[in-house]
DNA sequence: CTGTTAGCGCCTTCAG
DNA sequence: CTGAAGGCGCTAACAG
């Protein structure tokens, strides 16, 4: 039943031409809705190409227009329920735009990046979405500002590069979670922050130094803990942040990633959360209520910052192009009990 | 600084054979090394390429060819954890193997699928890595089969079809639950199916029922609630099986997400775990010990399947082409509390 | 309104 | 060992 690969199956232009008795090119402005056509002409053409089962070929047809329909979609690793949310939403929105996802994991580093652009650009993807891991900026502009490949980053941003992007409200997040804990009467609060290569991780940092300030909360250096996105690390991070002569009462984790790595540490030695360390977090996972204790946290739809950014690349690469644009999808508290409120 | 869209960047095949002073079909043999070539031209040509930076055109090239280096991966929903790390797997195996992923989401239905898989058939994918969402095995042979296609199933299967299957160890995994919860005692052990369009679903039921049968335990017919693979319906069961006349004193949940239901709705209700109801779970998410109580479970590495099945794919596309294979990936106990093991 | 012509960029016979 | 010629399947420009 299945042929040898290699050949041909099913009919092409030229065949659902010879049947409805006209020209190829007639048959592909009758399939492609292109120029004025008798009624009857389109009709046969439609015909034959139904009862032929007709399939254009796409790449016979990204050829010759330059257009192939597809977006290149790179993120540092898919498996991340972050980044499965927003290849979701980018590829239900891209979809509906008729557009394909072309998928590459660049592995958390720049070579996997280069790599994964270099294979889309050979591909000749229309449009990238990019969450960076922080490619040289001269290097980009060498890859794919010179082809000219529209290029929306998410999340992890080149400040200022490509045709827009859309980032979390990182600032305003951070100081929510800051002055929630401050209002449990915390003064000593500490921040497990995340790579500072990407721009969630520097954001949040950042916003939570201002956020101290802004409270007149004294900050002590050992108590900003910068380490990779990974619970193993957030855990160690913890334990020697609980080791200080003075130690916070409270912590904030920029990711429930280093949530999950303070909870794992504190539950090793003893430490009772939100008693002994109150902790909130940035990102709700979906099983936050189950926790033990319930994570308190701000949190957001992954998947909307997926359909932003492939809403923005659509615009991009309408015509004409829509300006370049810069979105924060904006997060919310939930309260629950490892900040100390009480349970409901 | 870029250019406008639809014109060629870069150079082409016949521009390094000029540079080199070759014919352009002595240009394409130097660089994919076919064919018998003097050194010299040899090294001409690659300096000419590497001095114009010289990228093939992968469309043109498998216009030609038949062959685009790409396969096509269909899953369910690739949001969730479990097939966001098969894509992981995937990808990582047919990378290395030199393949490029086109991903297609099928929306956990039959026409989503359909249409994903028509897409990528025009695409003229090399090969397709399927987790069906159960389109009919007419429609199967008749869209694929026909063209010849190499497929193979992973997680959920159309049975004797395709050019190999990976799954895990449904069986294995769902007795070795059953009789933990039977070590500690219980008799009366319900179970949270899965959807029964789903080959893990459907495995797993009939694994539990062989097993209870195995240890000689009474099964009652309203013990076993078949839902879809989400946490809100699994909530509703667990209510509905604790409102029952004869409630079970322990149940299995055949996937992670069915067992959050469970907690959260013993959390409502003020049912203790384990101690008024005992759970178990098929799928160990690696939250897992840091859920309230922590989850006794099987687990295993999603990504093994992708990879497994990335592995029979490429076997397949060989030459000459691998049989067809049927995979299972192991699974493994993980004590902690839910099931009432005492805390290490 | 429709047909003819000419490639898109590459690979692969077929000659020499 | 190398060059010339042709075509994968489609669409765009140019004629009629």
Redesign the interface.
């Known amino acids: ?10 009919a092409t232009l030229a065949d659902v031409a010879e049947v409805a008795g006209v020209s190829p090119s007639t048959a592909s402005r009758a399939l492609n809705g292109r120029g004025e056509l008798s009624a009857e002409t389109r009709a046969a053409v439609h015909e034959a190409a139904t009862a032929l089962g007709f ?6 047809r ?2 010759r ?4 329909q ?1 977006i290149g979609f790179v993120v540092p ?5 972050f ?3 927003t ?2 939403g980018a ?2 929105a891209l979809e509906t735009a008729g557009y ?6 660049s592995s958390q580093h720049v070579d996997g990046e280069l790599a994964a652009l ?2 889309l ?4 993807v229309d449009g990238l979405l990019l969450s960076t891991a922080g490619i040289p900026f001269a290097q980009f ?1 060498d890859l794919v ?4 490949t529209p290029c929306v980053f998410f999340d992890s941003v080149l400040e200022g590069k490509g045709d827009g992007s859309v980032v979390l409200e990182n600032v305003d997040g951070t100081r929510v979670l800051v002055e929630h804990l401050a209002g449990h009467g915390h003064r000593r609060i500490a921040l497990l922050a995340g790579s500072q290569e990407e721009t969630s991780g520097t954001e949040r940092l950042a916003a939570f130094r201002a956020a101290m300030k802004g409270l007149g909360l004294p900050l002590r250096r050992d108590h900003v803990r910068v380490c990779a996105w990974k ?1 193993e690390e957030a855990r160690s991070e913890t334990h020697a942040l609980l080791d200080l002569e003075r130690p916070p009462t409270a912590v904030v984790a920029s990711s429930a990633e280093l949530a ?1 790595g303070c ?2 540490a504190c ?1 090793e030695r003893g430490s009772r959360i939100p008693d002994d360390l109150a902790l909130a977090s940035f990102d709700d ?3 936050g ?6 994570l308190t946290a701000v949190g957001y739809d ?2 909307d910052v997926g359909r932003a950014a492939a809403g923005l690349l659509v615009d991009a690469l309408g015509d004409p192009p829509a300006a370049r644009r810069e979105l924060r999808i904006p997060v919310t508290l939930v309260r629950r009990q490892s900040c100390g409120c009480e349970a409901a």
């Open positions: 039943m299945s042929e040898r690969r290699g050949t041909r199956h099913g399939q254009p070929s796409v790449l016979a990204s050829l227009t330059r257009r192939t597809t690793d898919v498996a991340s329920p980044y499965a949310g290849l979701k590829q239900g394909r996802v072309m998928l590459m994991d270099q294979t650009l050979n591909h000749q502009d500002g010179r082809r000219g619970q999950l909870i794992a539950r996972p979906y099983f209520a189950l926790l033990d204790p319930p992954p998947s």
